[in-house]
């Protein structure tokens, strides 16, 4: 195993999932120090459960101040966007550049190379995308694909990244942005939105992917906030509003989606590599070993 370790701090807002922790529990078997933002009516309950080192209750004010978007003001859950806007503050106060961001609903990170998705069992996924986007000066924000979203058998459809796309539940953020989460749903595809429209890029890995619970299946969090009671046409409808130019109301998977087209950025915005990096011709595998565990299978 490996000796790797993200240089940029993670960070976990979770609500309601104390008993389930998915992201803390994947982060803690890879060996990596996190810190979890909850409501301060929740912190006893993470505190059975988590070292208090690790726990950092949210300032309401963020939650007060939080954009969502719509005239709705406190009749509904704000979702997670106010955390996730402390959390971006949290991180500059200490003196990151940038800052990762995850749901508390991702189960494990996978290396995916050759059709085969091979558990990671340390923090090299973080440290391996990290120096990926230190190379550019221009990407804003970054992180791994959904395992659902890549299929093997289309798997030479793939690169080792996508430019210029959504970047989902894993978040790696460049902290001088002007730029803000904001909306009471979707505001993972509207900051992106956000940066692409400004000519920033964004990247996302293929080479690395989490594994995510679905949508409405987990309680807590989103689920208990708006899907279990609204479905998710709210949110998609929200998408079409803020980026009609890009964005439209489609049914997918059973329910009702946003589908948005970024052809126009990934035409566009083009990676920008500093002056002083000079990509070399052979392979970086970071350390990297293929290991046989109790169950047979290869990590």
Known sequence: MSKN?????????????????LTAKALEEMGLFYTIVVEEQEYD????????KKILILDKTYQDNY?????????KSKGPGAARNFIWEHSIKQ?????????????????????????????????????FVLRYTNIAMAGPNYSFFVIDKWGYKYGPFTVNTRIYSCNLIRNDLPFRWRGRYNEDTDLSLQMLKAGWCTVQFNVFLQE?????????????????????????????????DVSK??????????????????????LILKDNVKLE???NNYGLTLKTID????S
């Open 5 to 21: 370790k993200p240089q940029f701090p993670l960070y976990i807002p979770s609500k309601g999932r104390a008993d389930s922790r």
């Open 45 to 52: 309950e993470y505190a059975k459960v988590i070292d208090k």
């Open 67 to 75: 954009d969502t978007c719509d005239t709705l003001g406190n009749s």
């Open 95 to 131: 003196g990151y550049k940038w800052h990762w961001v995850m749901d508390d609903n991702i189960k494990l990170f996978r290396r995916w190379n050759k059709n085969k998705r091979i558990k990671c069992y340390d923090g090299t996924p973080f440290k391996v995308m990290e120096d």
């Open 212 to 244: 995510k619970t679905n949508t409405q299946v987990l309680k807590g969090g989103n689920t208990d906030a708006f899907y279990s009671k609204e479905g998710t046409i709210p949110k998609s409808k929200m998408q079409v509003q803020l980026h009609p």
């Open 249 to 270: 109301l489609t049914w997918r998977y059973g329910r009702w989606h946003h589908h948005v087209n970024y052809n126009k950025f990934k035409r566009e915005n083009r």
């Open 281 to 283: 011709d052979k392979v």
């Open 295 to 298: 169950n047979g299978k290869t």
